[in-house]
């Protein structure tokens, strides 16, 4: 089974960046996309971003546009979430997901970014 291991997660302030990375390990993973999304209080898990592996090709969500940049290592089956620019309303939980080839979505355990105003 795929596992997914997120870090970076954490406290800051309005205005300030920060870095999510995601680590898939597993036997014979083929990823065909990696993601993250996020999930704040009392509300729906949102879509933040995605990245195709085979091409690197981003998909991002229209509240983080211009703000974040996913990016992936195809020879660590990692992914990162480069996170500028935090807004408080971007605080939640973050969590990695990879879809396999022919396979189920996995998630990570997710990670608590909160920002502060």
């Known amino acids: 089974q795929v596992q997914l291991q997120e870090s970076g997660g954490g406290l800051v302030q309005a205005g300030e960046s920060l870095r999510l990375s995601c680590a898939a390990s597993g036997r014979s993973v083929n990823i065909n996309s990696m993601g993250w999304f996020r999930q704040a209080p009392g509300k729906e898990r949102e879509y933040v971003a995605s990245?195709?592996?085979?091409?690197?090709?981003?998909t991002y969500a229209e509240s983080v546009k211009g703000r974040f940049t996913i990016s992936r290592d195809y020879a660590k089956n990692t992914v990162s979430l480069q996170m500028s620019n935090l807004k408080p309303e971007d605080t939640a939980i973050y969590y990695c997901?990879?879809?396999?080839?022919?396979?189920?979505?996995?998630w990570g355990q997710g990670t608590q970014v909160t920002v502060s105003s």
């Open positions: 990245i195709t592996w085979r091409t690197g090709s981003p």
């Open positions: 997901a990879a879809v396999p080839y022919g396979g189920q979505k996995c």
